[in-house]
Structure formats: C-alpha cells, structure tokens
C-alpha cells in the first residue's frame, strides 16, 4: 500500500532490460509483458493495446530527445541561468505538474469537472474507458496547483483534487467495448497511432532534452 500510495518517484527507476537480448525491440517487449498487468503500471484508462504501445511510445521519445539532447548541450551552459531554473522543479512548477498528472493518470477526468466522473470517483469506481488530453497543460489553475499540498494519500486528496483543480483539458468519457474494437482491430490502431504521433511535439522534445542535459550534466560544475 505504501508503494501505491507513492504517486511519483524521487529517482527514476531501472528498466531491467534482459541483456541477453539483442535488439531493443525484444528487450521492451520483455518489459512489457513482465508488467503489462502489474498493479504499479496504474494506466487506468489504458486498454491492452494502449499498455503495449506506452513502453514503446516512450522510448520514441527519448530517441528523438536524445538527437535534439546533442545539440542542446552545445548551445546551453550547464551553469546557465536556464538550467538553474530547469534544475529548481519546487519553484518551476514541476514537481506540482507531475502529481497532478499522477492523479489524471491514475483517475481520468478527476480534474475535468464532469460531475459524472467526479462523483463516481468521489464513490470509488469508474467503469469507462477514457481519452484524456495529459499534453494540455491546465493554464488556469496554475494559482490553485502551485499552492496545492500533494501530502497525503489518494483517499485522502481526491475531493481536494476534484474540488479545487478543475481544468481545460480536453475530456471524453465512453462505454469501452472491448469486443468491438478487436473487430476493427486496424482501424482502432490507425487512431492510436496518429495520437502517439500527435504528442510527439517539437516542444516537447526540446523541454525533455533541455531538462536531461540541466540534470546529468550538474556534477561537471565541480
């Protein structure tokens, strides 16, 4: 329970890929399946076939970050006042926008102000499957979020949460019928496909690349 209770990690954690496999595409796999139905994964709303494709969506990631990562270091100091800001995740904001995305992750829509949603949270269970915008970020509850106390369990916080950061992110809640999408199984795909893509913004691979090099790169200061 205190691992669950734990939304957000201080370090990140290994991956424990098999080194005895050669190509990555085996080693995620691997991962993949030793977790997929893991308790800690927490993808709420995520189906099968969204839990495969997030290891590999992730590492798409981080090859791109990775490529525009050599071209950052050359142009930002790691001593810059960027970096400090980069590397001050209390005062930027950071910290707080990643607890309340653990919270949107782990209970979708619970910062939408749909009361359909929010009240059956509020009760403990939600049977739908959600398509929630997590790239959006909630401009206008930036006041509320910096001065929210994350301390505490979910049980604890989900009616603060529900209460005090409603946001604009966009929101669909719908009947998931499984059965249904296997018969569509490539059509169902294409759509998946074309959202991974849509998140993949030069924006973000220059934040994710920029916030690697402020952060591995400190210890060079001394």
Not at 15 to 40: A, S
Not at 77 to 82: A, G, R, W
Not at 170 to 178: K, N, R
Request: include cysteine.
């Amino acid at each position: 329970k205190q691992w669950y209770q734990r939304r957000v990690a201080i370090t990140a954690g290994v991956m424990g890929y098999d080194d005895e496999f050669v190509t990555d595409g085996m080693k995620h796999f691997d991962v993949i399946m030793l977790g997929v139905n893991m308790k800690g994964w927490h993808l709420t709303a995520f189906e099968l076939l969204e839990r495969l494709s997030h290891v590999y969506h992730m590492s798409e990631i981080w090859a791109f970050a990775g490529k525009k990562y050599k071209k950052v270091a050359k142009r930002v100091e790691v001593d810059s006042e960027l970096c400090d800001c980069v590397r001050d995740i209390d005062s930027n904001g950071l910290s707080k926008y990643l607890q309340l995305t653990a919270f949107q992750i782990r209970y979708p829509g619970i910062t939408s102000g749909n009361t359909t949603v929010t009240d059956a949270y509020l009760g403990g269970f939600l049977d739908y499957h959600i398509s929630y915008g997590l790239e959006e970020r909630p401009k206008n509850i930036v006041k509320s979020l910096m001065s929210f106390d994350f301390s505490g369990t979910d049980e604890e916080l989900i009616e603060d949460v529900v209460n005090n950061l409603v946001d604009e992110a966009g929101f669909e809640a719908e009947e998931h019928d499984i059965y249904e999408e296997m018969k569509h199984s490539r059509e169902h795909w294409e759509w998946c496909k074309e959202e991974l893509k849509g998140l993949l913004t030069p924006q973000l691979v220059y934040d994710t690349a920029l916030f690697m090099h402020c952060q591995l790169n400190v210890q060079k200061q001394f």
